[in-house]
Structures are given as structure tokens and as C-alpha cells.
């Protein structure tokens, strides 16, 4: 029996398991989520590496080349044919380091807007060249505009670290402050190299390299704190050596040169000193560059190794859970459902077939009628509940029986107090009938049949508790008895005769063995009419031959009642409810129904058109007699 109300079990379950099983899920798809997502951005810094980082420091590469040249032609107009081929591969370095950067996709907003700078800075590199062909504007001026540009590639450097592990992002984060060393480095050449053209230390130009010295100081002091011992040796190394020492002298010379001064001896070897330091760092540079690149795949594979099997292993937890919460989940409603259909079994079929057994029959209940519900239950709380509902069939099957016996001690206490009643009821009957014989007087007779008609209704009410109790009167006809002498024989047992009319019926007879039956049916309809109608109002009674046998209406002009309390009259006279002591004002109403179900009767309640009710009652044609009536019992 599928439930009717309410949502089943199962979905409850389903939303108990689901709160647990949705948690794991989501921490699992979280943790996987999140160390997977470091592994992939480790994957997205190596192409970012090959896709950006490269290509721009070749760019930056060019522009220091170019820079160099543009200040060397500004000085002594020597090295335009340089210049110009040097050109031609900045330019063929920023074409390359554009393509490369479209090819690259979902960047993080910070990145694409440092990428548009950057494009911005390279864009100007044309108005850096007209200067520096017009020579309308100081060296430093041009090495400033260069040095722009620079910056701005290395803010996009900054954004592009991406990686999620601490070790890689201090070393990335280290290279790239000795990249910025090493671009101060090149500023420095610049200068140089204008120095030296000039002969002597301007003080503009000595104000910014003093800057550019101490910047790249910095710069330098601060990557080899962060470079671990396979990144750093080369560059301890180099700090080492002769080279970066005169260079380091080459520095503090300039910077304390004096503008009135002229330059000394040893700056012939300035440019020397640092053509062979720029070598040797761009060696250094490259190299660490490819150390640190290659460590970053290994590390992204290692990770996404790690995380594969820990995410494999999370995966078949879940899986498990799932499907152990399915199974207990089937399991449970399986039990409940079994339990279900047995309880509604023994609810619906067995006690309701005990129930009706018992009106008729009060002999103990076999033991098929109250075996006890058989469930297979492995759950505690499920064999609880079968032992429980056992229990309540052996109390209702108690019950029940307790409540047959009783209703069948009252229907027999009414059955004989009703037939002792008919009893003597029949013998005032015929007691009175032998006195309005002998009587001649009009008052007394008239009070004779007064009393005559008061017997009539008390035998009437007698039999009425002989038919509640499914038993039959006592008084019965051998002989057909025609129509129009039944409806008077009911008429004349309500007490408020004289309203009512009985309009001319068909010459018809009822059989003999049913006349008292409907005599009966139609005196307790007649009745009810004139009781729920005013008193002055009268009540007809009309007959009709119908295909199927023969109708009776009984019409009354009373208030009438509502459809829903008529429905509920009209579903009682056609069920034939079992006698409810507590509705004993429709007592009329029970036999009725009880007598219409003996005979095959339909009687029906309808609005009447002046108001009131019309009670219909269709008499079968096996109810009808063949032969004309005839009188007598």
C-alpha cells in the first residue's frame, strides 16, 4: 500500500544521508580542488615562463643593447650602423614578445593590466628614437625613457608569480630582484659611457648614477638573502671574483668624482670592466633562470602525482559511503515497507474480516484469524514494532470479541423484551378489537380506537427492535395483499394520520411474506414526514407502476435539509450502516434501511418542490404478485 500523506520514508532517509555524504563530498572536492589547483598553477607559471617571461627578457635584453648605442651615437655620433641593426632586433623582440603574449589565455586581471602598461611603455620606444636621432634632448634624459620601460616589465614580473609553494615563490621572487641588479647594471654602462665621451662627471649625471649604485647594491644584498645554496653560488662566486671588485671600484670612483674635476686614469678601463661584469651576469642569469624553470615542472607533476592519489583514495571513501548508506538505506525501508504491508494486512483484511465475522458469528476466532504478523526484521527497533503490533492485534482481537458478545447480549435482551412487548401487544390488540365489537356507545368506542391506534404504534416500535436485532416479526401473510390496504396499514400506524392522503395506487398485490416489511418501511417514512413538517401541512402518498416493479413517493412540505445531510441520509438507506446506539434519533432511518437490504428495496431522499422532502421507494417486481389479493393472514 503506497503511502498517502506525507513524504515516505525513503526520502527522509535520503535527505539523512545526504546531509553527511554531501560534507565529504564537498571537503573532498575542496582539498582536491585546492592542492590541484597549486599543481596546475605551477603547470600555468611554466607557460607563462615560455609565453611572457622569455620573450620579454629578450625585449629587455634588446632595449639594453639599444640604449647603450643610442647614448654612445648622442656623445660622439659614432655607431649609427649598430644602432640601426640594433633597432631592427628590439623591434623583431617586442613583435615576438606580443605574439607570444596573446597566445596566452585567462590571465588574472592584475596581469592583463600590467601587460597593457607594459604595451603602453613599448609603444613609446618610437618617440625615444626621434629624440635620440634629434639629439634634442641629455643622455640621461634617454636612459630614463629606456629605464621606463624596464620598470614596467618588471611589474609585470611581479604579477606573474603564480606559484603556490613558498620555497619556489622566495627564489622566483629573488631572481627577479637580481634581474632588476642587473637592468640598474646596464643604466650604469649608459652613464659610463657618457661620462667618458664628455671627459668629466656632470652633476645630474652624478646625482642619478650615485641613485643607480645604490639601487643595485640593494637589489643585489637583497636576492642573495633569499637564493637558496644552488641558486646563490654562482653569483657568490662572481661577487668574488676581480671582475665585480673593479667594477665595485669603477662605481665609487664615478659617484665621488667631482664635476670640476677631470676623470683619472683608470677610466679607460671602465667600459672593459663592465662589458666583462655584464657577461658574466647574464651568464649567471640565464643559468638560474633554467634552475629555477626546471624545477617548477617536477614539482607541479610531483604534486599532481600526490594529489591524483589522494584524490583517488578520497574518491573510493565516497564512493564507499555512498553506496554502504544506499545499501542500509534499501535495507531499512525494505523492513519498514514489509512491516507496512503486514500491519496494513492485518488492519485492512484480517481484523476487518474478524470484525464482520463477529456481527453474525460470536464464536472464538480461529487461529488463522489472530496469527501474528511475520516480518523479516535484522533491525532491533523494527522487531520492537512487529512485537508491538501483535501485541495490539491480541488486544483488539479481545476487544472485539468482548464488543460481539455485548452487541449480541443487547440485540438478544432486545429481541426478547420486544417479542414479549409483540406479545402482549397482540393480545391488547385482540382484546380491544372483541370490546369495540361489543361496544355501541360513540365516546367509549371512539376512545377505544384512540387506544386502539396507540397499541398499533407501541407493536409497531416492538418490531422495530426485532428488525434492529436482524430478526423478523413475529405477524406475517400467507396470502398477496393489495397496494392500496398496505399503504393504509401504514398510515393507520402514525399517529398523525389523519394529514396524510394516499392517493388511488395501481390494483397491484405484494406477495404475503413481505406485506408486514413494507407496511413497516413506508409507516416509519410516513412518520418522518409528518414530524418534520408543520402540523397543518399535508403529507401524500403516491404509487405508480414502474418497468422494473412499482414506486411509492412520500411527500412531505416540510423545511427540507441541506445537500451535504441529505447525502449522508441517502448514503445510510443505501449502505445499511451497522445500529449505532448513539444515533437513536434516526432510529426510523436504521429500519429502513434494514428493511429495504432484507427485499431488495431502493428508497431514496429528494427535494420536494414545495420544500420539503420526497422519499422514493422502489419496489422490486419480484415483490409484486401474480394473483389478485386476497384477504386474510
Same mark, same amino acid.
Given at each position: 500500500?503506497?503511502?498517502?500523506?506525507?513524504?515516505?520514508?525513503?526520502?527522509?532517509?535520503?535527505?539523512?544521508?545526504?546531509?553527511?555524504?554531501?560534507?565529504?563530498?564537498?571537503?573532498?572536492?575542496?582539498?582536491?580542488?585546492?592542492?590541484?589547483?597549486?599543481?596546475?598553477?605551477?603547470?600555468?607559471?611554466?607557460?607563462?615562463?615560455?609565453?611572457?617571461?622569455?620573450?620579454?627578457?629578450?625585449?629587455?635584453?634588446?632595449?639594453?643593447?639599444?640604449?647603450?648605442?643610442?647614448?654612445?651615437?648622442?656623445?660622439?655620433?659614432?655607431?649609427? $650602423?649598430?644602432?640601426?641593426?640594433?633597432?631592427?632586433?628590439?623591434?623583431?623582440?617586442?613583435?615576438?614578445?606580443?605574439?607570444? !603574449?596573446?597566445?596566452?589565455?585567462?590571465?588574472?586581471?592584475?596581469?592583463?593590466?600590467?601587460?597593457?602598461?607594459?604595451?603602453?611603455?613599448?609603444?613609446?620606444?618610437?618617440?625615444?628614437?626621434?629624440?635620440?636621432?634629434?639629439?634634442?634632448? &641629455?643622455?640621461?634624459?634617454?636612459?630614463?625613457?629606456?629605464?621606463?620601460? !624596464?620598470?614596467?616589465?618588471?611589474?609585470?614580473?611581479?604579477?606573474?608569480?603564480?606559484?603556490?609553494?613558498?620555497?619556489?615563490?622566495?627564489?622566483?621572487?629573488?631572481?627577479?630582484?637580481?634581474?632588476?641588479?642587473?637592468?640598474?647594471?646596464?643604466?650604469?654602462?649608459?652613464?659610463?659611457?657618457?661620462?667618458?665621451?664628455?671627459?668629466?662627471?656632470?652633476?645630474?649625471?652624478?646625482?642619478?648614477?650615485?641613485?643607480?649604485?645604490?639601487?643595485?647594491?640593494?637589489?643585489?644584498?637583497?636576492?642573495?638573502?633569499?637564493?637558496?645554496?644552488?641558486?646563490?653560488?654562482?653569483?657568490?662566486?662572481?661577487?668574488?671574483?676581480?671582475?665585480?671588485?673593479?667594477?665595485?671600484?669603477?662605481?665609487?670612483?664615478?659617484?665621488?668624482?667631482?664635476?670640476?674635476?677631470?676623470?683619472?686614469?683608470?677610466?679607460?678601463?671602465?667600459?672593459?670592466?663592465?662589458?666583462?661584469?655584464?657577461?658574466?651576469?647574464?651568464?649567471?642569469?640565464?643559468?638560474?633562470?633554467?634552475?629555477?624553470? $626546471?624545477? =617548477?615542472?617536477?614539482?607541479?607533476?610531483?604534486?599532481?602525482?600526490?594529489?591524483?592519489?589522494?584524490?583517488?583514495?578520497?574518491?573510493?571513501?565516497?564512493? !564507499?559511503?555512498?553506496?554502504?548508506?544506499?545499501?542500509?538505506?534499501?535495507?531499512?525501508?525494505?523492513?519498514?515497507?514489509?512491516?507496512?504491508?503486514? +500491519?496494513?494486512?492485518?488492519?485492512?483484511?484480517?481484523?476487518?474480516?474478524?470484525?464482520?465475522?463477529?456481527?453474525?458469528?460470536?464464536?472464538?476466532?480461529?487461529?488463522?484469524?489472530?496469527?501474528?504478523?511475520? =516480518?523479516? !526484521?535484522?533491525?532491533?527497533?523494527?522487531?520492537?514494532?512487529?512485537?508491538?503490533?501483535?501485541?495490539?492485534?491480541?488486544?483488539?482481537?479481545?476487544?472485539? =470479541?468482548?464488543?460481539?458478545?455485548?452487541?449480541?447480549?443487547?440485540?438478544?435482551?432486545?429481541?426478547?423484551?420486544?417479542?414479549?412487548?409483540?406479545?402482549?401487544?397482540?393480545?391488547?390488540?385482540?382484546?380491544? $378489537?372483541?370490546?369495540?365489537? +361489543?361496544?355501541?356507545?360513540?365516546?367509549?368506542?371512539?376512545?377505544?380506537?384512540?387506544?386502539?391506534?396507540?397499541?398499533?404504534?407501541?407493536?409497531?416500535?416492538?418490531?422495530?427492535?426485532?428488525?434492529?436485532?436482524?430478526?423478523?416479526?413475529?405477524?406475517?401473510?400467507?396470502?398477496?395483499?393489495?397496494?392500496? $390496504?398496505?399503504?393504509?396499514?401504514?398510515?393507520?400506524?402514525?399517529?398523525?394520520?389523519?394529514?396524510?392522503?394516499?392517493?388511488?395506487?395501481?390494483?397491484?398485490?405484494?406477495?404475503?411474506?413481505?406485506?408486514?416489511?413494507?407496511?413497516?418501511?413506508?409507516? &416509519?417514512?410516513?412518520?418522518?414526514?409528518?414530524?418534520?413538517?408543520?402540523?397543518?401541512?399535508?403529507?401524500?402518498?403516491?404509487?405508480?407502476?414502474?418497468?422494473?416493479?412499482?414506486?411509492?413517493?412520500?411527500?412531505?412540505?416540510?423545511? #427540507?435539509?441541506?445537500?451535504?445531510?441529505?447525502?449522508?441520509?441517502?448514503?445510510?438507506?443505501?449502505?445499511?450502516?451497522?445500529?449505532?446506539?448513539?444515533?437513536?434519533?434516526?432510529? #426510523?432511518?436504521?429500519?429502513?434501511?434494514?428493511?429495504?437490504?432484507?427485499?431488495?428495496?431502493?428508497?431514496?431522499?429528494?427535494?420536494?418542490?414545495?420544500?420539503?422532502?420526497?422519499?422514493?421507494?422502489?419496489?422490486?417486481?419480484?415483490?409484486?404478485?401474480?394473483?389478485?389479493?386476497?384477504? #386474510?393472514?
Amino acid at each position: 500500500m503506497p503511502p498517502t500523506r506525507g513524504r515516505p520514508i525513503t526520502v527522509k532517509l535520503l535527505v539523512l544521508l545526504l546531509v553527511p555524504l554531501l560534507s565529504l563530498v564537498g571537503l573532498w572536492a575542496f582539498a582536491a580542488g585546492l592542492t590541484g589547483g597549486d599543481g596546475l598553477r605551477l603547470l600555468a607559471a611554466k607557460d607563462m615562463s615560455d609565453n611572457l617571461t622569455g620573450p620579454s627578457v629578450q625585449v629587455n635584453v634588446a632595449l639594453q643593447n639599444e640604449r647603450l648605442l643610442s647614448v654612445g651615437l648622442m656623445m660622439n655620433g659614432r655607431g649609427s $650602423d649598430e644602432l640601426v641593426e640594433q633597432r631592427r632586433a628590439t623591434d623583431q623582440a617586442i613583435t615576438h614578445f606580443q605574439t607570444s !603574449a596573446a597566445r596566452v589565455r585567462n590571465l588574472p586581471p592584475e596581469m592583463l593590466n600590467q601587460l597593457s602598461a607594459l604595451n603602453v611603455r613599448l609603444a613609446q620606444i618610437i618617440d625615444i628614437r626621434r629624440q635620440v636621432d634629434a639629439s634634442v634632448v &641629455e643622455p640621461i634624459d634617454v636612459i630614463d625613457g629606456y629605464s621606463e620601460i !624596464a620598470d614596467a616589465s618588471f611589474r609585470l614580473y611581479d604579477s606573474m608569480i603564480l606559484v603556490p609553494d613558498m620555497t619556489l615563490y622566495q627564489q622566483a621572487k629573488a631572481l627577479i630582484t637580481m634581474g632588476e641588479a642587473t637592468e640598474v647594471l646596464s643604466r650604469e654602462r649608459a652613464v659610463i659611457a657618457a661620462v667618458l665621451a664628455r671627459g668629466r662627471v656632470d652633476g645630474r649625471e652624478r646625482e642619478a648614477f650615485t641613485g643607480m649604485v645604490a639601487t643595485r647594491r640593494l637589489l643585489h644584498a637583497q636576492a642573495m638573502s633569499y637564493l637558496d645554496g644552488g641558486l646563490r653560488a654562482s653569483y657568490e662566486r662572481l661577487a668574488a671574483s676581480p671582475v665585480y671588485k673593479e667594477w665595485l671600484e669603477a662605481e665609487d670612483a664615478v659617484k665621488d668624482q667631482s664635476p670640476k674635476d677631470g676623470l683619472p686614469a683608470a677610466a679607460a678601463t671602465w667600459p672593459i670592466d663592465g662589458e666583462n661584469l655584464w657577461a658574466a651576469v647574464q651568464h649567471n642569469q640565464t643559468a638560474s633562470t633554467k634552475t629555477l624553470a $626546471d624545477r =617548477v615542472t617536477p614539482d607541479a607533476i610531483g604534486m599532481l602525482i600526490k594529489i591524483g592519489v589522494a584524490a583517488g583514495a578520497g574518491l573510493l571513501a565516497v564512493v !564507499a559511503s555512498i553506496l554502504l548508506s544506499l545499501r542500509f538505506r534499501k535495507r531499512l525501508v525494505r523492513e519498514l515497507a514489509a512491516l507496512r504491508d503486514a +500491519a496494513t494486512e492485518l488492519a485492512e483484511v484480517r481484523l476487518a474480516g474478524l470484525v464482520k465475522r463477529l456481527r453474525t458469528n460470536t464464536e472464538p476466532p480461529t487461529a488463522e484469524e489472530v496469527a501474528p504478523l511475520q =516480518v523479516e !526484521a535484522d533491525t532491533t527497533e523494527v522487531r520492537d514494532i512487529v512485537q508491538a503490533f501483535n501485541d495490539v492485534q491480541a488486544t483488539a482481537v479481545e476487544a472485539a =470479541v468482548d464488543q460481539a458478545r455485548l452487541r449480541h447480549g443487547v440485540s438478544q435482551v432486545f429481541v426478547n423484551l420486544a417479542r414479549r412487548n409483540q406479545s402482549l401487544l397482540h393480545r391488547q390488540l385482540l382484546q380491544l $378489537d372483541s370490546m369495540e365489537r +361489543a361496544e355501541e356507545a360513540p365516546e367509549t368506542l371512539s376512545d377505544l380506537f384512540k387506544l386502539d391506534h396507540l397499541t398499533t404504534r407501541m407493536r409497531r416500535h416492538a418490531e422495530s427492535l426485532i428488525i434492529l436485532s436482524d430478526q423478523t416479526p413475529g405477524r406475517g401473510w400467507r396470502n398477496p395483499v393489495s397496494v392500496h $390496504d398496505v399503504l393504509r396499514a401504514a398510515v393507520a400506524e402514525v399517529e398523525e394520520y389523519e394529514r396524510v392522503e394516499v392517493l388511488q395506487p395501481p390494483p397491484v398485490a405484494l406477495i404475503g411474506s413481505v406485506v408486514t416489511d413494507v407496511a413497516h418501511l413506508m409507516a &416509519e417514512l410516513i412518520e418522518n414526514a409528518t414530524l418534520f413538517s408543520p402540523p397543518r401541512t399535508r403529507v401524500d402518498v403516491r404509487s405508480a407502476l414502474s418497468p422494473h416493479g412499482m414506486v411509492v413517493e412520500v411527500e412531505d412540505r416540510g423545511l #427540507g435539509l441541506p445537500r451535504t445531510e441529505l447525502d449522508e441520509l441517502n448514503d445510510r438507506l443505501t449502505n445499511t450502516p451497522e445500529f449505532d446506539l448513539a444515533q437513536s434519533d434516526r432510529l #426510523g432511518l436504521f429500519v429502513v434501511s434494514r428493511l429495504a437490504a432484507r427485499h431488495g428495496i431502493k428508497v431514496r431522499l429528494v427535494s420536494s418542490p414545495y420544500g420539503g422532502l420526497t422519499a422514493t421507494v422502489a419496489l422490486p417486481s419480484s415483490l409484486l404478485a401474480d394473483q389478485p389479493a386476497m384477504a #386474510g393472514r
